[in-house]
T-cell receptor, first 113, second 114 residues
Framework: AQSVTQLDSQVPVFEEAPVELRCNYS??????LFWYVQYPNQGLQLLLK??????LVKGINGFEAEFNKSQTSFHLRKPSVHISDTAEYFC???????????FGQGTELSVKP | DAGVTQSPTHLIKTRGQQVTLRCSPK?????VSWYQQALGQGPQFIFQ???????QRGNFPDRFSGHQFPNYSSELNVNALLLGDSALYLC?????????????FGQGTRLTVV
């Protein structure tokens, strides 16, 4: 069965420090990968997506992610975080047309001054 | 563009009751998906509607049903509510059925079952 695992439930980090949020997936077929952000009491906003091509994907708000097929990973990175990046981050995959998304459990990023 | 809009934003129901949640997709989008997000969890796929038909369904009981109207808006109905149905219900719309199509999410409806 296909699944998504986010390896860290909480990541505390100081402002202006780099951060990496880890995501691994399991699938026997080709995948499309996404990272979404959820601010308190809001819906999900797409940060970036990998469909094909270059394995390094750049998204909004200075985030980027690298697709590693051999390690079945899609880790999210930002070189310098801001207080405003404090939110819940979700990794998601879709395996077929139609776009049913399978989400990880989420990683709570807490940026401290 | 108003984006994806959901109503109501909050709802309190009693066990055994029935509830209807509504979703208007982003302009130009014809596909609507519904997700349940329990507290502290990632969203779980309930089902997806396209051309007024249910196209995909997740692992949810028949108490969960839906509908899509000709204007692409959608409803999620839950019968015989259980305490465990308390969650944030998210609607997502997308332009068609293409693989990797971006889904735009609404703000969600917070359902509390007491």
């Amino acid at each position: 069965a296909q699944s998504v695992t986010q390896l860290d439930s909480q990541v505390p980090v100081f402002e202006e420090a780099p951060v990496e949020l880890r995501c691994n997936y399991s699938s026997s077929v080709s995948v499309y990968l996404f990272w979404y952000v959820q601010y308190p009491n809001q819906g999900l906003q797409l940060l970036l997506k990998y469909l094909s091509g270059s394995t390094l994907v750049k998204g909004i708000n200075g985030f980027e992610a690298e697709f590693n097929k051999s390690q079945t990973s899609f880790h999210l990175r930002k070189p310098s975080v801001h207080i405003s990046d404090t939110a819940e981050y979700f990794c998601a995959v879709t395996f077929n047309q139609g776009g049913k998304l399978i989400f990880g459990q989420g990683t709570e990023l807490s940026v401290k001054p | 563009d108003a984006g994806v809009t959901q109503s109501p934003t909050h709802l309190i129901k009693t066990r055994g009751q029935q509830v209807t949640l509504r979703c208007s997709p982003k302009s130009g989008h014809d596909t609507v998906s519904w997700y349940q997000q329990a507290l502290g969890q990632g969203p779980q796929f309930i089902f997806q509607y396209y051309e007024e038909e249910e196209r995909q369904r997740g692992n949810f009981p028949d108490r969960f049903s839906g509908h899509q109207f000709p204007n692409y808006s959608s409803e999620l109905n839950v019968n015989a509510l259980l305490l465990g149905d308390s969650a944030l219900y998210l609607c997502a719309s997308s332009p068609g059925q293409g693989a990797g199509t971006e889904a735009f999410f609404g703000q969600g409806t917070r359902l509390t079952v007491v």
